[in-house]
């Protein structure tokens, strides 16, 4: 009998059944990955219409968000880079940028319209980044998140 992975109310995976199940679900996992990912690369793309364009902005945020702890989380137990988010500090705030592929030595990396939309120059002329610099850069935010929750 195959598992399936369970979808609770707040939409992320349900943990508990991930620890019980393990190895079975890491096909649907990757799958429910590159879903997750393809729909957070969909919503920023979207525009905001300017009529209740602060109400938009926080719905998409509210969004983009559920979305980034659910590819982080799935990430996490896929112990892989694919959907991992890295930030480069830019003027008040970040520049997000998500990683869609990786290879021997290199990740691709794609942006993210969050908030104010912050970009970084250096990335968007070249989106191709280090493996080693981005596994630095998400490594990094780990420990950063682990020390500040």
């Known amino acids: 009998m195959k598992s399936k992975l369970i979808i609770v109310p707040g939409g992320l995976p349900d943990r508990d059944r991930l620890k019980k199940t393990g190895a079975e679900l890491i096909p649907v996992m990757e799958q429910r990955l590159t ?3 393809n729909e957070l690369l969909k919503v920023s793309s979207q525009e905001i219409p300017r009529k209740d364009y602060f109400k938009g902005m926080t719905a998409k945020m509210k969004l983009q968000d559920a979305l980034m ?3 982080k989380f799935l990430a996490k137990k896929l112990k892989t880079l694919r959907g991992r988010i890295i930030q480069f500090p830019r003027g ?3 520049a997000l940028y998500m990683v869609v592929k990786t290879g021997r030595r290199t990740a691709r ?3 993210i319209d969050y908030c104010d939309a912050w970009r970084d120059e250096r990335v968007d002329r070249n989106p191709e980044l280090p493996l080693d610099y981005v596994a630095q850069k ?8 682990k020390i500040f929750g």
Do not use: F, P, S, T
């Open 69 to 71: 702890d659910e590819i």
């Open 109 to 111: 990396v794609e942006w």
């Open 138 to 145: 998400v490594n990094g935010q780990d420990a950063l998140a």
């Open 35 to 37: 879903e997750k990912m």
């Open 92 to 94: 008040d705030g970040y």
